[in-house]
């Protein structure tokens, strides 16, 4: 059954490193979101994609984030460098935009920076 | 952007009874409102979409129901059972009906 599938799932860096996570949206489905989730902020939008192309990136912080889909199958989401602070669980969802925004979620990649 | 406030503390209930969340928003009163469940470690879950003129919404034991005086909808889990224990979060689109903000969510737990 076709879902989302995040990669890594866990992943442990120092601060300073480059951390890249990746997404494989559902085939077919032409918008993908990018969140992150803490316990004191909740799930928050950090950039969205319609076709490819980048919506709304808002939510990122600019000087240190990137995000990006080279092709229909796979998104990313850079972090570089990391800090402490951006531990958390990152999302990514993939939707149709005809579909009134339900959002199908992959497992998620808990990144820990120390 | 909308504001939305769902209970921050856990609801524990025994099983077989029924479980009721709330979501609350404070701006404008979008078309429709979607709710999602989240089990620990997974991603969220679509479970039901209720818009604006439905008033109430049914699927096997949810019931959904929306209420744009109020700015309220209510989730409820009739006949609850442990398997229902999980975060619930309501979620609203934003103005441009691309994207959603989601609430913090409510833990339930159903205890047998």
């Known amino acids: 059954d076709a879902r989302v599938t995040q990669t890594p799932r866990h992943k442990v860096t120092e601060m300073g490193q480059e951390v890249t996570m990746r997404c494989q949206p559902i085939l077919g489905h032409n918008t993908v979101f990018w969140y992150r989730q803490t316990m004191m902020q909740g799930l928050e939008l950090l950039a969205y994609?319609?076709?490819?192309?980048?919506?709304?990136d808002s939510g990122m912080p600019k000087d240190r984030f990137s995000a990006e889909m080279p092709d229909a199958t796979l998104a990313t989401l850079k972090i570089q460098p990391s800090e402490p602070r951006d531990s958390a669980v990152y999302f990514c969802?993939?939707?149709?935009?005809?579909?009134?925004?339900?959002?199908?979620f992959g497992p998620g990649t808990r990144l820990t920076v120390l | 952007s909308q504001k939305i406030e769902q209970n921050s503390e856990a609801l524990n209930i025994q099983e077989g009874k029924t479980a009721t969340l709330t979501c609350n928003y404070t701006n404008y009163s979008p078309a429709y409102l979607q709710w999602y469940r989240q089990d620990p470690g997974r991603g969220p879950v679509f479970l039901l979409l209720i818009r604006e003129n439905e008033k109430e919404k049914r699927k096997e034991r949810l019931k959904v129901t929306f209420d744009t005086t109020l700015k309220q909808s209510l989730f409820h889990i009739t006949a609850s059972q442990p398997a229902d224990s999980a975060t619930y979060l309501c979620?609203?689109?934003?103005?441009?009906?691309?994207?959603?903000?989601f609430g913090k969510g409510t833990m339930l737990l159903v205890s047998p």
């Open positions: 979620a609203l689109p934003n103005s441009g009906y691309s994207t959603l903000t």
């Open positions: 994609f319609r076709n490819r192309a980048p919506l709304d």
């Open positions: 969802a993939s939707g149709l935009s005809y579909r009134a925004g339900e959002q199908f």
